[in-house]
């Protein structure tokens, strides 16, 4: 066990330290990551001139600004680049051997290395987010009550884990299929218009938004924000949670569940 | 006079009559196009897959307008399909982009990385050319042909009328200028990795500059929307690339877009000539990577 430990501890660490190579490229990349937001608050101020009404579908413009930055937030947690695409490419070059081998199992330490992707990215993103989040501190009505905050935290917590686990799961596919990109970006387009990323899915019109509300994808930016601006609440938000961790525990099985099946299909050929 | 590689390249082109030059220029262009097509065929799946996943990322966004549409008539003045121009203009310009400039100039700060560019600029041609156009990214001019769908619709549906036969003469015109504008943007961002080493978020600095022109300009508004306005189209013209030509088209009435048509003349022609002062001068600083 404390061996066990001990590994985890190890790789944690190597991924931290290389993560923090690349420290000025990365603050940089985090900043810029805000401009998009900028366009966002000036389309919906002139939709919302324009449309005369104060309230879009519950939402004000305020609260759609709101939406947009703690999409941003959501994201921040949930988002997972290169990890699908990492996994194929290891499989197509043989990397993936290495696991074949090594006392190491491949989830795990792919599960650690975004753990510790993740945390050098929110030290160095912190004051970035803080910075622009103070900024547009007139947007929000204030802080949500101190329940609200939690089952907000523990969705953020649940979408980087399903997150992860979805695209590991993704990745696997590459054992069957060599070439998976255009699948990934299949798999992309969907995420960026049916997570929320996008617009607040409860904007969309029937029968989308029933569509899009039976798919896992909305818990990676959607469902944390409407949790925190208010939108679901009371038992609706308990049960949202509970199908969250559901769809988190599904995606586990079907990631272990593919890994396995691929190795027992993978064969490496060449040096 | 520029001094250096280039210079000596450029005089035994110049040494020529000018004709010959742009006929030749031409024809080795023709042959990059003609072999990126072939190659593009020899995979032909994946061209087709290609094809589909550009084209409905496009589908998809017209998507998210539409929806926007049923909550609003105009956006900063916009109605739906004069929206649709301007998003169908998105799409042309930006085919063009990605079609032809993209794909090379992200391979540019790989050049430099590895050393390749020896292998450039020892070649008898201009290396700004060479790098720019080497290859065509054929699958991306598919969306080319789904925004012409788009606009002769939108076109037709125009509260306006149909628009003006100038419009229509100046309409190309202006979105070969957009697309030049944003390829100068461009190839002087990547010009800049030469003296930064490798620059792995130029890219993305491309896009999220770029992310502002393609919005009507008159949605930045306001106390920080005006400056904000003023230098994304004096400064770095990149608002003019999309507004221009879809306002001369959606909108042939307002004398707006006259003005800024005449001004995105110049803005071009200064762009362009700017870029390529950037990238010779980096050029210059260029050591080799490898050996």
């Known amino acids: ?271 | 006079m520029q001094r250096g590689t280039t210079t000596v390249r450029d005089n035994e082109i110049r040494g020529e009559t000018c004709s010959s030059s742009w006929a030749k220029y031409f024809q080795v262009f023709w042959t990059f196009a003609r072999n990126s097509l072939i190659r593009d065929m020899t995979f032909r799946v994946d061209f087709i897959i290609q094809l589909i996943s550009s084209t409905s990322f496009v589908i998809m966004n017209l998507g998210f307008y539409l929806l926007i549409y049923q909550y609003t008539n105009s956006i900063a003045g916009w109605s739906k399909f004069e929206f649709f121009v301007f998003i169908a203009t998105t799409m042309l310009v930006n085919s063009i982009v990605q079609a032809f400039f993209m794909p090379n100039v992200q391979e540019f700060s790989e050049l430099i990385r590895t050393g390749g560019l020896d292998f450039a600029l020892l070649k008898p041609i201009d290396t700004q050319f060479l790098i720019s156009l080497q290859k065509v990214s054929w699958p991306s001019l598919g969306n080319f042909g789904v925004a012409l769908i788009l606009l002769f619709y939108s076109l037709g549906h125009l509260s306006a009328g149909a628009p003006s036969w100038i419009g229509l003469l100046l309409y190309p015109v202006y979105v070969f200028t957009g697309a030049i504008i944003l390829y100068s943007v461009m190839i002087a961002l990547a010009a800049t990795s030469i003296w930064l080493g490798r620059n792995q978020s130029l890219y993305d600095f491309w896009f999220y500059i770029t992310n502002f022109s393609r919005y009507p300009m008159g949605i930045y508004d306001g106390q920080w929307g005006t400056p904000l306005r003023q230098v994304f189209t004096f400064a770095i013209p990149i608002l003019i690339v999309i507004n221009v030509p879809a306002g001369l088209l959606a909108k042939p009435f307002d004398p707006d877009y006259w003005y800024l048509a005449l001004f995105a003349v110049v803005a071009t022609a200064v762009s362009f000539w700017a870029s390529r002062r950037v990238f010779q001068r980096a050029l210059k600083s260029y050591r080799s990577a490898s050996s």
């Open chain 1, 1 to 271: 066990m404390t061996a066990q430990i001990l590994t985890w501890w190890t790789i944690l660490r190597i991924c931290i330290e290389e993560r923090i190579v690349y420290r000025g490229d990365f603050a940089l990349g985090t900043l810029m990551r805000f401009l998009p937001i900028v366009t966002q608050i000036f389309l919906w101020t002139a939709i919302f001139a324009a449309a005369g009404t104060g309230s879009i579908k519950g939402y004000t413009r305020n609260e759609m600004v709101a939406y947009y930055l703690l999409v941003m937030l959501a994201r921040a947690f949930s988002s997972m680049p290169g990890l699908a695409s990492g996994v194929t490419l290891q499989i197509r070059n043989g990397e993936i051997k290495k696991f074949l081998i090594q006392p190491i199992d491949l989830i795990t330490f792919l599960l650690l290395g975004r753990v510790a992707h993740k945390m050098v990215y929110y030290l160095v993103a912190a004051a970035p987010f803080a910075l622009v989040f103070f900024f547009c501190r007139n947007y929000f009505s204030g802080w949500p009550e101190p329940g609200v905050i939690a089952a907000f935290v523990i969705s953020l917590v649940l979408g980087f884990l399903l997150g992860f686990f979805l695209e590991a799961t993704i990745g696997m596919i590459g054992f069957w299929s060599l070439e998976v990109s255009s699948l990934l970006f299949i798999y992309m387009l969907f995420n960026f218009f049916f997570s929320g990323h996008m617009f607040p899915l409860d904007i969309l019109p029937e029968p989308w938004f029933t569509l899009v509300d039976y798919l896992p994808l909305k818990y990676l930016a959607y469902f944390p924000a409407a949790i925190f601006l208010g939108k679901v609440s009371g038992p609706e938000l308990v049960w949202g949670l509970l199908v969250e961790a559901a769809w988190v525990m599904l995606f586990i099985i079907s990631s272990r569940f593919a890994m396995r099946n691929g190795f027992n299909r993978y064969s490496g050929y060449g040096g």
